[in-house]
């Protein structure tokens, strides 16, 4: 898989430089013998039924007519649903659309409902859509998102913003694909927010353009990838014979404030399992009397907050801290050190209600990595929640930078970013870690990572694709999504990291 993610601007640098180079026309020709090629390597051969095209007004819509003049060729039945613009369509899309019509490819008006396809093909809209679809194009969306067959999005799914993966709105549509075929390079939209659920699976063709017909905009001026084992994997060392406990580190969690036990429990034990020398909740709360035990995992020391020595140990500050003003003491306390830092949850929301924290943080003096979800990190940035979904990865990389700390925002195509603005955005995962506890898993697997001495940008990358690994593990098995539940991660997350040391020794 192509791992590099390029924003429309980069795409359409990488589409001037490649279409200089080459005769007129050859990237849509070449775009429409890719998808071709892939719609029959989905439908198994040349089908009986009728394929239908989508064809919109530019040139996604030429791409698409291409694949009807294929199909027909081929002696496929292809119905074309043809989206006229308002001005005269490019030179290659006209030639495009003279090909279809000159073959057997029939146009229709309007989709008749009931009618069954054995395959859409969406060309409506690719890169372009800068307004949410209305009128016609809304109504095509809308009657292929009620089909039962599979879509097959050509380059995007009309209507979603390649960027950003949010449907372009407001009040938008986009057309909810089984697969994208994507074209000139992997795009950041189709692996996050609404485009995990717009995309389907995701191949990539690269139509032929070489890394000298994209000079300028190679892999060195990629800001973003996807996140896979390649990026950390070397962080996963097996361990070695002649180590002791005191080899992997101690994790702190901080939290767990009377009421909220388990928030810090499920932490600690994330911590524990993904190996962990030693494991401490410092419970935030009067007399730090509120847990004296976690009678299913005796292995986690628990301890009050106050006094605590958390010098010389990772800290992972947050899950179910609450907001006393002891709490708040506490988290100054951490952030004025030089440990490790993880900051989750309830510590998230001091540091946004706080400049004084937020100074704190910006100056800590060590790894920091910071695991807000959108509606956290919408507090960070004094936003609302819908505006930093609407674009998740600048939000990361705005809080990244504000914060001087490597930052997870959480969600559907988790998005990783450092201060220096490189992003990755994760690719594993499933619903069912819409459960509550999930995070705070996350954060004592992130906490036991940077315990074990890996970097602040290669623990959070490690920790959030391990999670997301390990409920994919535990769907396979049957353990959801529906139902999975955030106490059945640890061990899970156990055999993922296992399986990665053993990897990065062979
Ligand atoms: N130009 C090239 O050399 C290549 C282009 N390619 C294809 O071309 C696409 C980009 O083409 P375009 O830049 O023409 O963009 P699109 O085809 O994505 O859409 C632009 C057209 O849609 C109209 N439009 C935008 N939003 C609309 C809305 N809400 N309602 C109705 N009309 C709307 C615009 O006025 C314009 O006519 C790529 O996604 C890719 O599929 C590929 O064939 C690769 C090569
Ligand atoms: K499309």
Redesign the pocket.
């Known amino acids: 898989m192509d791992t590099l993610l390029y924003s429309v601007d980069q795409i359409r640098a990488i589409?001037r430089a490649a279409?200089s180079a080459l005769p007129p026309g050859t990237?849509?020709r070449r775009?429409g013998e890719a998808a071709t090629t892939y719609a029959l390597e989905l439908l198994k051969g040349r089908p009986t039924d009728v394929v239908l095209v989508l064809a919109?007004?530019?040139?996604?819509?030429?791409?698409a007519l291409e694949v009807a003049a294929n199909l027909a060729a081929l002696g496929c039945k292809v119905k074309v649903a043809w989206l006229g613009?308002?001005?005269a369509p490019?030179p290659?899309t006209q030639a495009a659309l003279e090909r279809a019509h000159a073959g057997s490819a029939c146009f229709v008006d309007d989709l008749t409902d009931g009618e069954s396809h054995c395959l859409v093909i969406d060309?409506l809209?690719?890169?372009?859509?800068?307004?949410?679809?209305?009128g016609r194009?809304r109504e095509l969306v809308e009657a292929v998102n009620r089909k039962r067959c599979p879509v097959l999005s050509?380059?995007?799914p009309s209507g979603l913003d390649a960027d950003t993966g949010a449907v372009?709105g407001p009040h938008g549509i986009a057309v909810a694909a089984t697969y994208t075929i994507t074209?000139?390079g992997n795009k950041p939209g189709l692996h996050t927010g609404d485009g995990c659920d717009h995309a389907g699976r995701v191949h990539v063709d690269r139509?032929g353009v070489d890394e000298l017909q994209v000079a300028g905009v190679d892999a060195e001026h990629a800001r973003a990838r996807l996140n896979l084992p390649p990026l950390f994997a070397a962080c996963a060392a097996p361990r070695r014979r002649n180590s002791h406990k005191g080899s992997y580190g101690d994790v702190a969690v901080l939290g767990g404030a009377p009421g909220m036990a388990g928030a810090a429990l499920l932490a600690a034990r994330g911590a524990l399992f993904a190996g962990a020398g030693r494991v401490f909740v410092a419970a935030v709360g009067d007399d730090g009397a509120g847990i004296a035990l976690d009678p299913t995992q005796p292995e986690i020391m628990i301890r009050p907050a106050a006094g605590f020595a958390f010098g010389g140990r990772t800290v992972v500050a947050g899950p179910g801290m609450g907001d006393s003003a002891g709490a708040t003491r506490m988290l100054a306390q951490v952030l004025d050190g030089s440990g490790p830092l993880l900051v989750d949850a309830d510590a998230l929301n001091l540091v946004a209600a706080s400049p004084d924290l937020q100074a704190r943080l910006a100056r800590h003096d060590g790894p920091a990595v910071l695991t807000p979800h959108p509606l956290e990190a919408a507090r960070l940035l004094g936003v609302t929640t819908p505006v930093v979904q609407a674009d998740r990865l600048e939000s990361a990389r705005e809080l990244a930078q504000r914060l001087n700390a490597v930052v997870v925002l959480k969600g559907a195509g988790s998005v990783i970013a450092r201060p220096d603005g490189e992003v990755a955005v994760n690719t594993s995962g499933n619903p069912g870690l819409a459960t509550g506890g999930s995070g705070d898993v996350l954060a004592g697997l992130g906490g036991a990572l940077l315990a074990q001495g890996w970097p602040a940008w290669e623990a959070a990358l490690g920790a959030v694709w391990l999670h997301g690994a390990a409920a994919d593990r535990l769907v396979n098995c049957g353990c959801g999504p529906i139902g999975l539940t955030a106490g059945e991660l640890p061990r899970a997350i156990r055999a993922e990291l296992n399986a990665l040391a053993a990897q990065s020794r062979s």
Request: aromatic share 6%; net charge negative; charged share 15%.
């Open positions: 589409e279409t990237l849509m775009a919109g007004p530019g040139n996604n819509g030429g791409d613009g308002d001005g490019s290659e060309g809209f690719g890169i372009g859509p800068a307004r949410p679809l209305a194009a050509l380059d995007v372009v074209f000139l139509l």
